[in-house]
């Protein structure tokens, strides 16, 4: 469909909307390129100026190319389920062109009031420019009443240029019964990255994560932030391993609450392959403490209430 | 009014059965500044988490206003008002200070408000506001906001457990001039556990526990001269002088 014939109020059920709303923030039609994917199939594609969305011929997706010395744009992708047995692989390339500064505002949610499964597996393949900047903001989310599964795999590698930054934050907070994500990220001289994982589950929901930074270049650098809360009978597993091949510096940072009969397991892993290679990781996992629930309570909060500021503060 | 009335709390330890409070008689009066002093050890901090209840008696009862609250949780009595400061509080990861104050208010607090209270407690305002609770502030700083937090609660009875504990002498005499304000404007009672010279010059009573009993109450007037003879015994001296811990 064509952005002039799309209509967000009218082309969107309410569904539609209140799920883009949850992974997006958008209520509207925005400024800037826009693509929003729904049920299997594209629904709209707009590009602007300095960012064209082109459809893939030979796979579902599109290729995301944006001219360089680009400035301050947003680009919306977002993409929705809202039907039962819906499974799909999705191939997203974005190309960022040298000196580029783009926001990337993408996410998936899936509403399945079904007893079948219901499954995005997004791949994404970022090639950020030299001295280009990148931030790219990603939310999962499920919803729906149906005992079919909401499941959520999403593949990204994300190849930087020499100088360019790249600063991800990919939060899932609800809903998705299974999520296995892979991340591969090659930095290339003086590439920064700063990645940011919030994630919580609940229920018997399951989430992994494996994830490989290679500092190739001399001077790269790269800071993995990961914040859980795992609640009921919920699995999580975060493997990040940051692979120094050069003068670089990374620090992976793994903090998780544990609360009822979660399981829990951060595993991160460093390796250097370079004397000047400096990398460091820390975990920690434990329960909520109790002086910082009994604090707010002595404010007159209830102990659920304390519960639930300390775990959207922890993960905010 | 607080009636506390043959309170006992007791402990396991590898010797056995250990009585933190020893059925303890007590009226904290409304009104008045109440300092507790006495040795480390000697039950000052359970008492307040008793009142506050954080921790449960093992036996005996607690009053309030004539109300026996000895078994509402914690929440139930600081919605009536009463309030506790830590000697050593929590940090919270990703809540600011703002955010703190504004819990601690019952209400999404306006700048100038949090920042009149951060400045009453010798922290320059604006640097703190958007600043997480968290490992990136000192002790000191840490301490400072916990007091500011019950400054933000409209409190009837609000206690202080060792204040100065942390912070640095000149801090130290700021805050006693708050809490000489405070005492005048804004609490209706004020509780304050501390060993400091200075702060037991602002109470109107001074309470002296140790081994988990009154050893003596009465107006300061009347029990502070006592306490470097007496009852030296029950004090720290050095702290008596008027040397700030750091």
Known sequence: MNILDFKFDSTLTPVDRMMIAEITDLTGIPDGALSIRKNGEGLVSSSSANVEIRQKTDKPGIDILVKPFTKGEEIHMPVIITEEGIVETVYNDFFIGEGAEVTIIAGCGIHNCGNHDSQHDGIHTFNIGKNAYMKYVEKHYGDGDGNGKRILNPVTVVNQEEGSYCEMEMVQIKGVDSTYRKTKVNLAINAKLYILEKLMTHGDQIAKTDMIVNLNGEGSSAQIISRTVGKDNSTQIFYPNAVGNNSCSAHIQCDSIIMNNAKISSIPAISANHPDAQIVHEAAIGKINSDQLVKLQTFGLSEEEAEEVIIQGFLK | ?246
């Not at chain 2, 009335?5 to 409070?21: A, H, P, R, Y």
């Not at chain 2, 942390?166 to 060993?195: C, P, Q, Y």
């Not at chain 2, 010279?197 to 009347?222: H, N, S, T």
Request: charge should be negative.
């Open chain 2, 1 to 246: 009014m607080i009636e506390l009335k043959n309170l006992s709390f007791t402990v396991d330890s590898e010797e056995g059965q250990l009585e933190i409070i020893d059925n303890l008689n007590l009226t904290l009066d409304e009104g008045k500044v109440i300092v507790l002093t006495g040795p480390n050890g000697g039950g000052k901090s359970t008492l307040a988490k008793l009142i506050m209840g954080i921790e449960k008696p093992t036996s005996g009862q607690i009053f309030y206003n004539g109300k026996d609250i000895t078994d509402l949780n914690i929440t139930e009595r600081a919605k009536l008002g009463i309030g506790y400061a830590f000697q050593q509080p929590p940090r919270f990861k990703g809540l600011t200070v703002r955010g703190l104050l504004s819990l601690a208010a019952g209400k999404d607090l306006p700048e100038d408000e949090c920042c009149s209270y951060l400045t009453r407690v010798g922290l320059c305002s604006m640097d703190y506001l958007n600043r997480e609770v968290d490992s990136s502030l000192s002790g000191g700083e840490v301490k400072r906001i916990e007091i500011a937090t019950l400054m933000a609660r409209e409190l009837d009875v609000a206690m202080y457990d060792e204040p100065e504990a942390g912070i640095d002498l000149w801090s130290f005499a700021m805050l006693v001039d708050t809490f000489k304000r405070l005492a005048k404007t804004e609490h209706n009672s004020i509780i304050i556990i501390s060993h400091q010279e200075r702060i037991m010059q602002l109470a109107d009573e001074l309470i002296v526990i140790a081994d988990g009993k009154v050893q003596i109450q009465g107006p300061k007037d009347e029990i502070f001269p006592k306490l470097l003879s007496e009852f030296g015994r029950f004090t720290d001296a050095c702290t008596l002088r008027g040397e700030a811990k750091e």
